[in-house]
C-alpha cells in the first residue's frame, strides 16, 4: 500500500563570486507517494536534485552568477487521508508557527513581512519515525518502535 507524503525541500541560491552576505531561501512543497516514510525520504531528496544547479550557467540573483544548492528535507508529512490520491480540499502540509501579535497575524494574512518563531517540529513529537528532527534518516536498527 502506497501513502502520500507532503516534502517539504529547502533550496538556497549560493553566489559564485564574492563574498556573500544574504542567501535567499525557498521551500518547496511537492507531493511524494510512497509504500514507507524511509522510501518517502529518499524520493524526495532525488526530487530536491532536479531543481539544483545554475541553469546552464545562465542563472542570477540579484545580477550576481548563482546556482541552487539544496540544503536538506526541512519536514515531511503525511497528508490526511493518506492512502486517497489527494483531490480537491486535501490537507497535503501545514507549518505551525507563533506570532508575538494580532497585528503580525493580520500581517501575516495580508502577505506582509513578519517575524516569526516556527512551531515546526520534525517529526511531529509525539510520533515514531526513521527521521531525526533535524532531517536525517536514522539506521532502522537504532529507530524506537
Not at 500500500?1 to 553566489?15: D, N
Not at 531561501?25 to 539544483?52: G, S
Not at 486517497?84 to 508557527?97: F, S
Request: hydrophobic letters at 35%.
Amino acid at each position: 500500500m502506497s501513502t502520500w507524503y507532503a516534502a517539504h525541500l529547502i533550496l538556497y541560491v549560493r553566489f559564485k563570486h564574492g563574498k556573500q552576505t544574504y542567501f535567499p531561501v525557498w521551500e518547496n512543497i511537492v507531493l511524494i507517494r510512497a509504500a514507507t516514510e524511509e522510501e518517502a525520504f529518499a524520493k524526495a531528496e532525488k526530487r530536491a536534485q532536479l531543481d539544483v544547479g545554475n541553469d546552464g550557467g545562465s542563472f542570477e540573483w540579484d545580477g550576481h552568477s548563482a546556482e541552487w544548492i539544496f540544503a536538506g528535507v526541512r519536514k515531511l508529512t503525511t497528508c490526511v487521508n493518506p492512502e486517497q490520491r489527494p483531490a480537491d480540499g486535501t490537507e497535503v502540509t501545514y507549518i505551525e508557527m507563533e506570532l508575538p501579535s494580532l497585528a503580525a497575524v493580520r500581517k501575516l494574512a495580508a502577505g506582509e513581512p513578519v517575524t516569526a518563531k516556527l512551531e515546526d517540529p520534525f517529526p511531529p513529537e509525539n510520533e515514531e519515525s526513521l527521521i531525526t528532527k533535524n532531517g536525517q534518516r536514522k539506521s532502522p536498527t537504532h529507530a524506537t518502535h
